[in-house]
């Protein structure tokens, strides 16, 4: 079993190693420049690794660029070898990022957050106080409810 830093060591190599095959050397139109490699992890033994990435574009384009990495993933993997110098060449897993789904979904939920908040101010502006406009105690001042029950839980230790 391989240490944790070998493994990412790796992993960062497979990234930018399959980055700069999909720019220059892979002529598939399918990938082009849509694809972005967005993270890589290796398991602990270096015998399989899963690259992350992401498409910009409709779902058509999404199913197209995925046909497209399936069908270069043996030049990848060959490239891989070739740059890593491992005894044994990792095998490569494409996986789409979630990250720009859950990004927007979290966005989404900004948005209603803050129009809801909105709604709130609004009711809220002209309308009077719940209790009095200034709830604090001035310095100096007696509270004589305070002084009250006070005089009430003393009264009330005693009964028990």
Do not use: C, W
Request: glycine share 8%.
């Amino acid at each position: 079993m391989a240490d944790n830093a070998r493994a990412k060591r790796l992993a960062d190599l497979i990234r930018e190693v399959v980055a700069q095959k999909l720019q220059r050397g892979i002529k598939d139109p399918r990938l082009g420049s849509h694809v972005t490699i967005t993270d890589t992890r290796v398991t602990g033994d270096l015998r399989e690794a899963t690259v992350f990435y992401t498409v910009y574009g409709d779902e058509e384009e999404r199913k197209a660029a995925a046909a497209g990495l399936e069908s270069a993933k043996g030049v990848l993997r060959s490239e891989v070898g070739r740059a890593a110098g491992v005894k044994f060449t990792p095998t490569l897993a494409f996986v789409p990022d979630a990250l720009p789904d859950t990004a927007r979904t979290i966005e989404d939920l900004l948005d209603k957050a803050r129009a809801s908040d909105a709604k709130v101010r609004e009711a809220s502006a002209g309308a009077p106080y719940a209790g009095e406009s200034d709830p604090y105690r001035k310095p100096g001042e007696e509270d004589e409810a305070a002084d009250e029950a006070a005089d009430g839980e003393k009264d009330g230790d005693a009964g028990t």
